[in-house]
């Protein structure tokens, strides 16, 4: 049971304030995945959230106790860190009994919690090694062991793959998803620059830019719907194709006449005074359906990219410097330098105008 | 000619030297002896690469065989012999039998032992503490340059500062001494019932129950531990526990001397004769030189602790306390050893505090002074080379343990 609840949290280092107005209601049992480009503040985000870094403005909560002033143990979190953080001096029992030590719970306590634990994560056999004794994948499985005996309200995680390979990393991630479904209770709040990560653990997305947080959303939300371009471009790779244009038609359907002289239609509805409006049209790359007829999108193919179920094309430049990539299903390497038309279904035609989707006017 | 002339001189002809040497040997090498060229090329090119190495450390081996292996040699064949007249004679063991039968090395073994415990000890503890504070806060900068000025102090300045501390003057007139003039200040009120007879119980009983504390830790493992614990461990711990065990009883032993000591208050302190204190007396000038180093060294090593395993102990709960002793301190564990086994060498060698200060009277004998007390004042080179004898295989073996230490650290 733990509820988070962050109101107007800021945090300035000095005069520069690196997060500001964050508002976020983290319900029991949600994994909540922090993601944005690197340097946006995730890491500050989640560390103010742990306690190891001073909230400088707003509140946060935990189940509706104010948490500012609140020393990180009395909180109820864990935390695993992006390089483990584990203790090198202790063994794995050790490290995972530290906190509960710290606690003065009693040895026969703390030895069925280690065990159980350790059998979670399958430890059981390296419960006495040091942890150079253990491959990266072990390690971090430790990191979580140590943080799993606590027993925690709310479960922090810091990038906490992005150390292994990438296969581990596969492996580690469906173990975090196993771990979530067989604590139902806990609350997670995950940070990650990984994509996939975020789609397949996240209950909630929030995607943070520039200091604040652009949106919030289940992933499929952030992916069908995202609220600004930045959001549309951050999620889905390769990255949504952005085209400016003008509204020349509105209603239910909007057409849109765009400024490389293709023709959008989107299922943005319009009002009437939007006409002559500029806009940005934005396709995934997925979204694309090659067509003879009316084109969005018309252009000489530079290169291709087959990768078996897909093929990527990526088109010349434009004037403007962006480059339009194309995803078709198929191996279709016999495109590369022929000239390509690609329109899309409506539906799938998002409508920015001023960085803002029209969606959500 | 000019000293300074002849210095230039000589820095000029041995930086020259070098780079002739080196140069010119492995230009000899390369062209002359195992040229890279012709039938054999490879084969030279092997050669000439498993001498190389011997060519850079030929003159180093030539050195330090001159300068230490040859005396050490020398100074144990001295140590066999007797002068007789002006020539000498081998007599054996018979230098070492004398100077066992000298009731002054004994004073000077039991000394050098002492000091061996204390002075490490305290260094590396204050050194330690020093580095954790001093890194805390703003203008620790400053207080660290303070606390390491000592280091560029020789020896014989400090023990000279360190005496006018120590210093007495009639009590008719004004002390100059820092000690004494503190001391002149208890006249038997209050204020020295405070400082002298509850401070130093409160602070030895709080060493004592630090000590049995730290030793029924110790013993804890034995007993409650869940993990086995292998018979050398047991005996480890035993012992430092029965160590333990009679620090408690000395400190509360002194706990009840400080009560019960008669000061002689409003008479000014000889303090380096009072035999057995001066000692300790002695020892502080090396712990207020050594500090500075075992704080420079420790603080490096501390700022090495990965800051996301203080933060995880903090998560977990750990207290201050608890993150320098269990998470930081064992962390560095190499490196307080080997600054506490350098101390250890340096300790052993302490020869110049104690010839400034009190040459070895009243007690305070140590084994480099009495080694020189032979050699050069009594002129009695076998019992003189003896006693250095004994100074080197006490050094040997901390020696030896401490270069292995360095290298594991650097590992
Ligand atoms: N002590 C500090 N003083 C000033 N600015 C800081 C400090 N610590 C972090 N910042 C700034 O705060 C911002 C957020 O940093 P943070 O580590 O949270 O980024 P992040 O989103 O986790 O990035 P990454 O994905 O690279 O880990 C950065 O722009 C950084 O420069
Ligand atoms: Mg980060």
Known sequence: ?361 | MNPALQAVITIGLGVGGCLVYFYGSNLFLDKVLYPPRGPNAGRNINRANMIRPWLFLFPAIVLLGLYLAYPVVATLWLSLNKQVGTGSEFVGFANYAQMMSEEKFWESMQNNMVWLVVVPAMSTAFGLLAAQLTDRIKWGNIAKSLIFMPMAISFVGASVIWKLVYDSRDAAVAQIGALNAVWMKFEGGIWSVLFLRVLPVVLLLAFAAAVAWVAWGMVRVVLQSDRAVGGLEKLARGLGALVGLWLVYVALSWAFGAVRADLPYGVPQQFLTIPYWNNFFLMAVLIWIQTGFAMVILSAALRGVPEDTIEAAIIDGANPFQVFFKIKVPQIMGTIVVVWTTITITVLKVFDIVLAMTNGQFQTQVLANYMYDKLFRAGDWGVGSASAMVIMLLVMPILVWNVYNARKEMR
């Open chain 1, 1 to 361: 049971m733990a509820e988070l609840l962050l109101k107007d949290v800021e945090k300035a280092y000095g005069e520069v304030k690196v997060l500001k107005d964050i508002n976020l209601d983290i319900k029991t049992g949600e994994l909540i995945v922090f993601v944005g480009p690197s340097g946006c503040g995730k890491s500050t985000l989640l560390r103010m959230i742990a306690g190891l870094e001073k909230i400088t403005g707003g509140d946060f909560s935990i189940d509706g106790v104010r948490m500012n002033d609140v020393p990180p143990a009395q909180r109820g979190i864990a935390m695993v860190f992006q390089s483990y953080a584990l203790y090198p001096h202790m063994t794995v029992r050790d490290n995972m009994s530290f906190a509960l030590k710290i606690a003065k719970k009693s040895p026969e306590e703390i030895r069925a919690a280690v065990d159980k634990a350790a059998r979670i994560l399958q430890l059981t056999p390296y419960l006495d090694r040091l942890p150079k004794a253990l491959s990266g994948g072990q390690r971090q499985r430790v990191a979580i062991g140590r943080s799993i005996v606590r027993d925690p309200k709310v479960y922090l995680f810091d990038e906490p793959l992005s150390n292994l390979d990438a296969a581990l990393r596969v492996a580690t991630r469906i173990e975090i998803a196993q771990l979530k479904e067989a604590m139902p209770n806990s609350t997670m709040v995950y940070v990650t620059h990984d994509q996939v990560e975020a789609m397949t653990l996240a209950s909630r997305i929030v995607v943070l830019a520039g200091g604040g947080i652009s949106q919030v959303g289940s992933p499929l939300e952030l992916y069908e719907r995202p609220e600004n371009e930045f959001v549309a471009q951050f999620i889905g790779s390769p990255s949504m194709n952005l085209m400016t244009g003008e509204v020349v038609e509105t209603g239910e359907i909007t057409t849109v006449r765009l400024d490389n002289g293709g023709l959008a239609r989107s299922a943005v509805p319009t009002i009437a005074s939007d006409t002559g409006q500029k806009v940005k049209i934005g396709v995934r790359p997925e979204d694309f359906i090659e067509t003879t007829g009316e084109a969005i999108f018309t252009g000489d193919v530079e290169i291709t990219e087959a990768l078996g179920e897909v093929t990527l094309l990526y088109f010349k430049k434009q004037g403007d410097g962006h480059q339009v990539v194309g995803k078709l299903p198929g191996i279709r390497s016999e495109l590369r330098r022929t000239t390509v038309s690609l329109t899309a279904d409506p539906k799938k035609v998002h409508l920015f105008a001023n960085g803002r989707s029209l969606l959500y006017r």
